[in-house]
């Protein structure tokens, strides 16, 4: 059971108060009023809209597939093929786009995007940690140098 449907349902069938759901499944009493809202407007859609594979699949196959061909046409001209470039042309040519990270999703679902092993995660970086306290120091400096005081009498 979803989350969002175990909201609904303390509220709308065992008559808890949005609050107390809120609390209870440790959401914002906002959240809690907002899919209540939902549900009783648009019914099971409503609670459902937030759903990764929902949102996932609202991409047309045709528009999938045009973000590919877009990808292949570019790319045998040799011009930028990337997601930014890929949004460009589908904006000029329907007056919107999707998000350039779901043009990215697309085009690496595909296999069109190579991994870059070089770009390495933050995991990775070695932590500069002392184990024992004053184990390790590091002092930055600056040369300054005194301005001469001046040297002829007045």
């Known amino acids: 059971m979803s989350l969002a449907r175990l909201v609904v349902t303390a509220v709308t ?51 999938e597939q045009e973000i590919v061909e877009l990808r292949r046409h570019l790319s045998e001209q040799d011009l930028d093929a990337g997601a930014h470039t890929i949004s460009f042309h589908l904006e000029h040519r329907h007056g919107s786009a999707p998000g350039v990270s779901t043009i990215w999703r697309v085009l690496s679902r595909r296999g069109f995007v190579t991994p870059q092993p070089q770009k390495r995660p933050r995991s990775s970086f070695v932590r500069f940690e002392a184990e024992m306290p004053n184990e390790r120091w590091q002092a930055e400096t600056t040369l300054w140098t005194w301005p001469m005081a001046p040297t002829s009498r007045s």
Not at 13 to 22: C, N, P, Q, W, Y
Not at 26 to 37: A, I, K, M, Q
Not at 45 to 57: L, P, Q
Request: include cysteine; glycine fraction near 6%.
């Open 13 to 63: 069938l065992e008559r808890r108060t949005k609050s107390e759901v809120a609390r209870d499944c440790g959401l914002s009493r906002r959240w809690v009023h907002e899919l209540v809202r939902r549900y009783q407007a648009e019914g099971e859609s409503g609670r459902v809209r937030d759903n990764h594979e929902v949102r996932r699949s609202a991409m047309s196959e045709d528009l």
